[in-house]
């Protein structure tokens, strides 16, 4: 069933604007989910921005026809909603990979990542969508408050029951070019609303107003050509600035075995082997750092002293900064052990996914700085069961975590955290899924500023798809927002050094004497010096809050003419 809506403004839009107002039911449903799904292409590792014009231009049309419904909140609510469930099936459709490493166990459990995962993250833009369609009108201020809440939208998404704020729309733009440098002042949320609004503008040449003057609704088009243009060019002047090198040396280095491969048994030798080769054929110089990806070896690498013997004789006058799982026994007075009895049992250990730094005295004295990764990834590190509400009553048909080594999940470290080690400049750790916040580098508890980041990652989760490229981009968007330069090692992804304004220095290239199906990663190359401290490392979401109320009072006057 279709209503009569009458389209005003730039005539040759009225047609288009008039075809999406008019959809109902499950037509409106899956215009939108196809919307939301092309949306997924204007990240990386394509990049093509523009596309989120038509994206945004199409919901914000169809919610000018469903607020004419008689349950108008309802029909927004499901266009918002079905939106977000084709944006985040495409854009994370690389969920499914983990659970086809070993398909015979966790393949049942698909309809997770392809359904439940989009349909959850699915229900806040359909909020975001619900509340703008209660200030919506006809006017150009619905540009300024679908801006308003998508951003907020996005900014709960991020935060939620720990948050999960992959491809905020802000990351459209390529990560160390011009418009991207704007999140040194206010960050990845800021850029987010900037974005809604630029790729949303051009919705406001048509509406259902019957009055046929132009000019009004070309504002927010003319204020997100300025927005553009001020942005491009004030990142093109910080982009013109070199970048200083220090003479310490840093090697970046990975084997790329497949993860299936890489948990086969028997296999933690040749992959071992592997590095120590690595380690033997690069350039070197005694104050080296080297850098392994997330937990490198399949082995608890701190226990296991025939495996921290050899890396310490490899290692040489180097410093080794290596991912690793390890195990710590519960303390006696938790649970009523006596030292001198037998070792303790599975349960009555924690595990942690670690960030160790190694040297060749490790081996004697253990590594010689420890971070635990704090934030964990659902299902791929903390089990089903911690996860969904009454997990407990039905643990035995949920999967536990797809982490060969630790099947009943890790523990969370204490939380963010500068590392200090002798040899090193001070450095932010973060393991894989940590580099999403922008929260961690800036934390109280990672004060004072380091002088880099160090981020390992197994993207080999990922698949071979659109994941590994997203990961990397948004990783770099951490080195603009604090104006600190970032090494970044991940298997079967992308291996590169990035500079404090979010520009690639130097990338992994692969060593000759791969065996079959591995591809390694290593680069050797200067670290570089860090920024002046931005705007953003000092005040954090203060430009995003303020931006939100300019938003709110330029709606008010908008709709007001």
């Known amino acids: ?185 206010g960050g990845i949320y800021w850029l987010t609303l900037l974005t809604f609004f630029v790729m949303s503008a051009p919705a406001a040449l048509v509406d259902t107003r019957e009055s046929r003057v132009l000019g009004h609704r070309l504002l927010p088009i003319i204020a997100a050509v300025a927005l553009l243009g001020s942005s491009w060019a004030w990142g093109a002047r910080r982009l013109s600035e070199p970048t200083a090198l220090y003479s310490q040396h840093v090697t970046l280095m990975d084997v790329g075995v497949p993860q299936r491969e890489k948990w086969a048994p028997g296999n933690a030798e040749p992959i071992l082997r592997r590095y120590l080769e690595l380690l033997d054929s690069v350039e070197q110089a005694d104050d080296d750092i080297v850098i392994w990806p997330e937990s490198a070896v399949p082995l608890y690498l701190l226990q296991t002293p025939n495996a921290l013997d050899a890396v310490s004789a490899f290692i040489g006058s180097r410093k080794l900064v290596v991912g690793t799982p390890r195990r710590q026994p519960i303390r006696s007075d938790e649970v009523g052990l006596d030292l001198t009895a037998a070792p303790a049992l599975p349960n009555e250990i924690h595990y942690f996914n670690s960030l160790a730094v190694v040297d060749s005295t490790s081996s004697r004295s253990g590594p010689i700085a420890l971070y635990d990764k704090h934030r964990l990834v659902p299902f791929g590190e903390l089990p089903a069961v911690e996860i969904i509400p009454f997990g407990r009553l039905i643990e035995g048909i949920l999967p536990g975590t797809l982490q060969q080594m630790v099947t009943q999940g890790f523990n969370p470290g204490p939380g963010p955290a500068v590392v200090y080690a002798d040899g090193i400049p001070p450095f932010n750790a973060m393991v894989c899924y940590e580099a999403l916040y922008p929260s961690i580098p800036r934390h109280r508890l990672a004060r004072p500023r380091a002088e880099w980041m160090v981020v390992i990652s197994n993207d080999s989760w990922f698949g071979v798809g659109m994941g590994p490229a997203q990961h990397y981009a948004q990783n770099r968007y951490r080195a603009i927002e604090t104006g600190l330069p970032m090494a970044r090692v991940a298997t079967r992804g992308a291996t590169a050094m990035v500079d404090g304004l979010g520009r690639e220095l130097g990338h992994g290239e692969p060593a000759p004497g791969d065996p079959e199906g591995w591809t390694s990663s290593v680069i050797r190359l200067p670290m570089p010096a860090a920024r002046a401290e931005t705007y953003y490392f000092r005040h954090g979401d203060l430009i995003f809050a303020l931006s939100i109320a300019l938003f709110s009072v330029l709606a008010f006057f908008a709709w007001r003419r």
């Open 1 to 185: 069933m279709t209503t009569k809506v009458k389209s005003h403004g730039f005539t040759a839009l009225g047609p288009v604007h008039e075809s999406f107002a008019r959809l109902r039911g499950w037509n409106a449903h899956i215009v939108a989910a196809f919307l939301g799904a092309l949306g997924a292409f204007a990240f990386a590792p394509f990049h093509f921005s523009p596309i989120l014009v038509l994206s945004f231009t199409g919901l914000i049309w169809m919610i000018d026809g469903a607020r004419g419904s008689p349950k108008w909140g309802k029909a927004v609510f499901a266009r918002g909603w079905a939106f977000g469930c084709g944006f985040f099936l495409i854009s994370l459709h690389w969920t499914a990979f983990p659970f086809l490493v070993e398909p015979e166990k966790h393949a049942v459990f698909l309809f997770m990542p392809l359904i439940l995962l989009p349909a959850g993250l699915g229900l806040i833009w359909g909020a975001g969508a619900a509340f703008a369609g209660s200030f919506w009108s006809a006017s150009p201020s619905r540009i300024f408050v679908f801006a308003i809440f998508m951003s907020l939208a996005e900014y709960v998404r991020g935060h939620l029951f720990g948050g999960f704020p992959w491809n905020l729309p802000g990351t459209t733009w390529t990560p160390g070019a011009a418009i991207s440098q704007v999140a040194s002042l």
